[in-house]
């Protein structure tokens, strides 16, 4: 079964700093572009950050650009987020999810790992 | 960026009828386009990509259309477990958006 995994949110104060992971199994990890999609409560999902599946390439949302980094260990079968700088409107359930390897679109998803920002 | 603009925000329908959901984006997507349905405490599932293509195990009374800047996900008949929000994407920029989202509720 394809599954994602995610973990390490939290209750964190602006300006702190979560490391994201995402556990992959099902699939083979190292052939795919893996995402990091977040929504925020009544919200829809709006797209955060993504790498390539050999780990060449990231990019980035221009709201998290300079504060968070994308990585993955092929390896391990992992991806993360590290997120620095966090403010009030980062909270929010932050998604692992996989680009289809025939298109763009996302054809599977964590159950996402909540991310709260508050003093 | 590219803006996805989804109507109506709100869809009130009883099982068994028809929903019509639209999307429309500010600048030609071709037909990279996706649909997704998510339920209460569910991450989004995929429904339709390329505008038009079932994903694996959708059923045949889910269909969507269109190209360009205009497109639409139909469900002829209502079941129970179709009420949900709705959200398109598109996948054609270098930052994916997402729309809205359309809420089919029970009427």
């Known amino acids: 079964e394809v599954q994602l995994v995610e973990s390490g949110g939290g209750l964190v104060q602006p300006g702190g700093s979560l490391r994201l992971s995402c556990a992959a199994s099902?699939?083979?990890?190292?052939?795919?572009?893996m995402h990091w999609v977040r929504q925020a409560p009544g919200k829809g999902p709006v797209w955060v950050s993504r790498?390539?599946?050999?780990?060449?390439?990231?990019s980035y949302a221009d709201s998290v650009k300079g504060r968070f980094t994308i990585s993955r260990d092929n390896a391990k079968n992992r991806l993360y987020l590290q997120m620095n700088s966090l403010r009030d409107e980062d909270t929010a359930l932050y998604y692992c999810?996989?680009?289809?390897?025939?298109?763009?679109?996302?054809?599977?998803w964590g159950q996402g790992t909540l991310v709260t920002v508050s003093s | 960026e590219i803006v996805l603009t989804q109507s109506p925000g709100t869809l009130s329908l009883s099982p068994g009828e028809r929903a019509t959901l639209s999307c429309r984006a500010s600048?030609?997507?071709?037909?990279?386009l996706a649909w997704y349905q998510q339920k209460p405490g569910q991450a989004p599932r995929l429904l339709i990509h390329?505008?038009?293509s079932r994903a694996t195990g959708i059923p045949d009374r889910i269909s969507g259309s269109g190209s360009g800047t205009d497109f639409t996900l139909t469900i002829s008949r209502l079941e129970p477990e179709d009420f949900a929000v709705y959200y398109c994407?598109?996948?054609?920029?270098?930052?994916?958006?997402f729309g809205q989202g359309t809420n089919v509720e029970i009427k």
């Open positions: 999810a996989r680009r289809s390897g025939s298109g763009g679109f996302y054809d599977t």
């Open positions: 099902g699939f083979t990890f190292s052939s795919y572009w």
């Open positions: 790498m390539y599946n050999d780990e060449s390439s990231a």
């Open positions: 600048q030609s997507v071709t037909g990279k």
């Open positions: 390329d505008a038009s």
């Open positions: 994407q598109e996948y054609t920029s270098s930052a994916w958006t």
